[in-house]
């Protein structure tokens, strides 16, 4: 479910402010109760009510090795998506579960 619009939030920021009631501005905008109780508590305690973040909280195993990346792609521009995952495995010591599976069991 996408976060509801900067702009419908500030409008029903607004209708409380108004002294709006919390059923009456759900209805008038469309949405739940819990939503407007929810945005108005926020405004109240920090003075804003914006969306949180969705996705994008976990960093990439790589991006510590970004340029030793860049340099391989650069010196060897057809080095292939296995040979880059057995460099990863080898050089740097950086595994996934993917490239574990596509490793094979250890002996």
């Not at 702009?7 to 469309?30: H, K, N, P, W, Y």
């Amino acid at each position: 479910m996408r976060p509801l619009s900067q702009d419908l939030r500030q409008r029903i920021i607004a209708a409380r402010d108004c002294g709006e009631g919390t059923g009456v501005v759900s209805q008038r905008f469309g949405v739940s109760r819990k939503s407007v109780e929810r945005f108005w508590k926020e405004h109240c305690q920090t003075g804003q009510c914006l969306p949180k973040q969705i996705g994008s909280y976990r960093q990439s195993r790589l991006a510590p090795h970004d340029r030793q990346l860049q340099r391989w792609i650069e010196t060897q521009p057809d080095v292939s998506l296995a040979e880059l995952q057995a460099r990863c495995r080898k050089r740097l010591a950086v595994t996934t579960v993917a490239s574990l599976a596509a490793a094979g069991p250890e002996p």
